[in-house]
């Protein structure tokens, strides 16, 4: 080797050695966010630091308004301190309490209306009660919402309107979470790095949101899981890629939805078979979400159900045929034969139970007609 060689490569380790210590500052002074880890391209995914969550937890527990979060039935999941504050509740003992519990029996019809809506939907005005049964009022504002699980954000109908205003139009602007914070400032919180990621990472529908021209910008870990491709090959491919070709048209029209619609596709697999799944599209701030349930074994049992309730009404029909014979054939002997008494009983018992069959018979008919 050369001592030209020698030094080209020197140089090299220099500026790998200049690298890999900038990135280790970074790291130490919280500059690092997140960073890409895997062995090769299809494994890798995105590790988030603890500090990230820690500092957008912060924001939520110091912000003005309450932030509860809650089951489809109004079950709380997550609250802040300012909501228990609100409420004179210590925050421990504000979870798993009905959010409904905290609001005048009058506006718990307002509350379902609001939890059965979208992201988005008109604000209410409600009655808050706190733990001492007095009553102050407040607004309630849908920020997320998904099968699993909503996000409410309460603000008293006394505080500064234009900062609750504020807050709901960062959170609508584009980002998943946006949050009002003790100096008045609105920060934006990064849709991979929300608050909620961890439950729309583990929750077991699949979701996909999609740009206007239909590419991929964000899919769950149980999407991928329901399709077999790593995350780098989803985002930024069209969604329509992955429907079954004979669903394609299936897939435009709920595409095309004006707020939402459900129907149900083929999803294309990497690996042959195509899951059967029922689909439902919600229109939020520009984008589509997608949340994908996997109903594959359900048609399976249906299609079994089918073949059984097919064989049964044939097996009826044929049961029927045989037992109409053996009615007329008991009349005939009733009727020309001179019969003693044990075989006139004998006679009665045949038309009675051939009775008690048909009638079964007739019941297994109607539950089930032949084709």
């Known amino acids: 080797m050369d001592i030209a060689e020698l030094e080209r490569e020197i140089e090299e380790l220099r500026e790998t050695l200049r690298e890999t210590e900038e990135v280790c500052r970074a790291i130490k002074q919280g500059e690092v966010d997140a960073v890409v880890v895997g062995p090769h391209e299809e494994a890798k995914r995105v590790l988030l630091m603890s500090g990230a969550y820690a500092r957008y937890r912060q924001i939520v527990e110091d912000m003005a308004q309450g932030a509860v979060t809650v089951t489809p039935g109004g079950e709380i999941l997550f609250a802040n301190h300012s909501f228990a504050a ?18 005048a029996p009058a506006d718990h019809d307002t509350l379902q209306a609001l939890l059965g809506g979208h992201a988005g939907a008109r604000d209410v005005e409600v009655m808050l009660v706190r733990k001492d049964r007095s009553a102050s009022p407040a607004r309630l504002s849908l920020v997320t919402a998904s099968d699993d699980f909503a996000t409410l954000l309460v603000s008293p109908r006394n505080a500064d309107l234009e900062e609750a205003r504020a807050t709901l139009e960062a959170i609508r602007s584009g980002a998943l979470d946006g949050l009002v914070i ?31 021209a239909g590419a991929v ?13 790593p995350h780098g090959h989803l985002v930024g491919a069209p969604l329509e890629d992955l429907i079954g070709e004979s669903d394609r048209a299936t897939y435009r029209l709920l595409a095309a939805g004006k707020d939402s619609a459900q129907g149900e596709l083929r999803l294309r697999r990497q690996h042959g078979n195509q899951p059967v799944m ?3 599209m919600t229109r939020l701030d520009g984008q589509r979400l997608f949340l994908f349930t996997d109903i594959t074994q359900r048609k399976r049992h249906e299609a079994s159900d089918e073949r059984v309730r097919k064989f049964l009404g044939m097996l009826a029909h044929e049961f029927r045929n045989i037992l109409g014979p053996i009615g007329n054939a008991a009349e005939i002997l009733k009727r020309t034969q001179k019969l003693d008494a044990e075989g006139k009983k004998a006679v009665e018992l045949i038309e009675r139970q051939n009775a008690r069959l048909l009638g079964l018979v007739e019941d297994l008919r109607r539950i089930n007609p032949p084709e």
């Open 86 to 103: 609100m409420v004179g509740e210590g925050l421990i003992d504000v979870f798993r309490t009905p959010f409904a519990r905290w609001l």
């Open 217 to 229: 910008t964000y899919v769950n870990e149980r999407f991928t899981s329901m399709v077999g491709m």
């Open 278 to 280: 029922q689909v439902t």
């Open 182 to 212: 003790g100096d008045n400032r609105v920060v934006l919180l990064d849709s991979a790095q929300a608050l909620y990621r961890t439950v729309v990472e583990h929750m077991r529908q699949g979701a996909v949101t999609v740009d206007a």
